[in-house]
């Protein structure tokens, strides 16, 4: 039994006083909602106070990222002991902008995973095509060479108690998302890729969906039997956005 995880990602946005805002709103708003696990991830100069915000209740706190290896010297980096001390329980990492912009490669975030998982954090590896690969039908293939390339470099027990989210690249901000078929599509190979590398531990991996997922559609999306939940970016900023999401993936 997957219980869904709904996860927002709030990229760079915001000033303090937003995030603190939109923290106690998520909270407030996710109170009464049972059967579905919620986190947030503001930007690492918002973490401490977040993590006031979100102490006595269910919403989970996530880091956006984190280094590849131990405290130490590297100049602009957060090591995952840190987060960990800070109470951080999730860690997002291979985001595809991080990928395009930071030039992230499956070497360094298998890395950046050995030292959350060490560290008791569960990363959440994001996975996803360019619109170029969808078109010429090589989604399987991306996204398999993405989740392998980590894997081989992990060891299939590696793995752990990760969480994958599949991100198609053309549907992140774009306000364009993968129909509900499309969803079920990857995450089912996904699953069955996962299910060859670590066996039946597969069955109980939870695998999000991310891209311009909003209250208006995560219904659909939600009700594949393979989405188990959703990592949300714009509409994360929303906290009626966000709370109508987590209420449907309670639902579902
Ligand atoms: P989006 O972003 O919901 O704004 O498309 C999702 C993500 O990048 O995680």
């Not at 100069?45 to 977040?50: K, N, P, R």
């Not at 108690?161 to 998302?177: H, K, M, N, S």
Request: charged share 20%.
């Amino acid at each position: 039994m997957r219980i869904p995880l709904v996860v927002g990602n709030w990229k760079m946005h915001g000033r303090l006083a937003d995030a603190k805002a939109l923290a106690s709103a998520v909270v407030g708003q996710t109170a009464a909602l049972s059967g579905v696990e919620r986190a947030v991830c503001p930007p690492f100069v918002h973490l401490s106070t977040v993590a006031d915000c979100v102490a006595d209740s269910d919403v989970g706190l996530g880091a956006q990222h984190c280094a590849d290896g131990p405290i130490g010297a590297h100049t602009g980096e957060v090591a995952a002991e840190m987060l960990a001390d800070l109470g951080v329980g999730y860690v997002i990492l291979g985001h595809s902008e991080r990928r395009q912009y930071d030039n992230e490669r499956e070497s360094g975030i298998a890395k950046r995973y050995e030292q959350a998982l060490s560290q008791g954090l569960r990363p959440i590896l994001c996975v996803g095509e360019s619109l170029e690969a969808r078109e010429a039908g090589q989604t399987d293939q991306v996204v398999g060479a993405q989740l392998t390339g980590v894997l081989d470099r992990l060891g299939d027990a590696g793995f752990g108690d990760g969480v994958i989210a599949y991100e198609p690249i053309w549907a992140i901000g774009t306000g364009l998302t993968a129909s509900a078929e499309q969803a079920q599509a990857v995450h089912a190979s996904i699953r069955a890729l996962m299910a060859e590398r670590v066996g039946d531990a597969a069955s109980d991996l939870r695998i999000l969906y991310g891209g311009s997922m909003k209250a208006a559609n995560a219904e659909a999306l939600l009700d594949q039997p393979d989405v188990d939940g959703g990592l949300i970016g714009g509409a994360s900023l929303s906290a009626d956005e966000f709370a109508a999401i987590c209420a449907a993936a309670a639902r579902g």
